[in-house]
């Protein structure tokens, strides 16, 4: 009998190791739980506009002082990646399929172009007219849509429609706040927030990209509303500035969940990693990114 406990010990340790690689790495990432991935104070309170790029970096505005970007490593190395023109900030970012970024520039009224081999920056479309594009979406077909809030008016938002050819186009004004914006994983929806309003609006969008039947999606009672991401079944992950969260609401309103973050004042999200299911999420209050794992990848992932 000792000679048969022996036996199965040693049959059964790569079972026990292997369960314990897997449990251990369980509790050491496990789903919705945030974690720091870059310190405080290496991007300026301007921190924003992050985006998975085709390399897996992440890129994200204002590193280190306003007017730049920054590229970040899976490890949470940042570094400069470039100084945009003078006059300009940047705000949203999303990249096409051939790796060109977007970048929303809010002081220049503009989109910006971003050559992906040279790092060249132009302007791609110049929006007249605007009071600062905010925050980007790109649909399916390569269609850009612009948020465009006034702060100093917050009943004068407005939205942009920039074509593939660089046509930009007033669709509304007299919004609200218009801060975070989205495409469904069909491009079928656009989802609009307002940060002071705390409104979530949802329009349909045709095969042409002309939106229609713009609907409340959700209302919050309290804090603000800034970016917003898909995953790829659809579901909206938004920060929830100064709540301190991440929201994440079914295609249909509902709130499924609420993701609690270290800092008090998300700016904005994207999905990245080598499966498409961490997120990251940066901070004005820390100047920093805070990352956790979904249980789903967004929906440019793979794209």
């Not at 340790?13 to 251990?24: D, I, M, S, T």
């Not at 496990?30 to 921190?47: E, L, M, N, T």
Request: charge should be negative; hydrophobic fraction near 40%; glycine fraction near 14%.
């Amino acid at each position: 009998m000792e000679s048969t406990a022996i036996v199965r010990h040693v049959l059964l340790r790569p079972v026990v190791a292997l369960c314990l690689a897997v449990c251990g790495n369980a509790v050491a990432a496990p789903d919705f739980v945030a974690r720091d991935h870059v310190g405080d104070g290496v991007f300026s309170a301007g921190i924003e506009g992050p985006a998975s790029g085709p390399d897996g970096a992440l890129y994200v505005v204002n590193f280190g002082r306003d007017g730049t970007i920054g590229r970040v490593d899976a490890d949470g190395s940042a570094e400069l990646f470039l100084t945009l023109p003078d006059g300009s900030v940047g705000n949203g970012i999303r990249f096409a399929a051939d790796g060109t970024m977007w970048v929303a520039d809010y002081t220049g009224h503009a989109v910006l172009r971003v050559d992906p081999g040279t790092r060249a920056v132009s302007v791609f479309a110049r929006l007249h007219g605007a009071h600062q594009p905010n925050d980007i979406a790109l649909a399916p077909d390569g269609t850009l849509y612009a948020s465009d809030p006034d702060w100093a008016n917050p009943d004068n938002g407005q939205l942009w429609r920039i074509d593939r050819d660089g046509r930009a186009q007033r669709l509304e004004s007299g919004m609200g706040t218009t801060n975070g914006i989205e495409v469904s994983p069909d491009g079928r929806r656009l989802y609009v927030n307002e940060s002071v309003q705390r409104n979530v609006w949802v329009y349909d969008r045709d095969a042409a990209g002309v939106l229609s039947n713009k609907r409340l999606l959700l209302r919050f009672d309290d804090h603000g509303l800034d970016g917003m991401r898909c995953d790829a079944d659809g579901n909206l992950y938004i920060a929830r500035y100064g709540a301190g969260v991440i929201a994440i609401v079914s295609p249909d309103g509902q709130l499924l969940r609420e993701v609690p973050l270290k800092g008090r004042k998300p700016t904005n999200l994207a999905f990245g990693g080598s499966d498409g299911r961490q997120v990251y999420v940066t901070l004005q209050d820390r100047g920093g990114i805070e990352t956790f794992r979904a249980d789903r990848p967004g929906r440019e992932y793979g794209r």
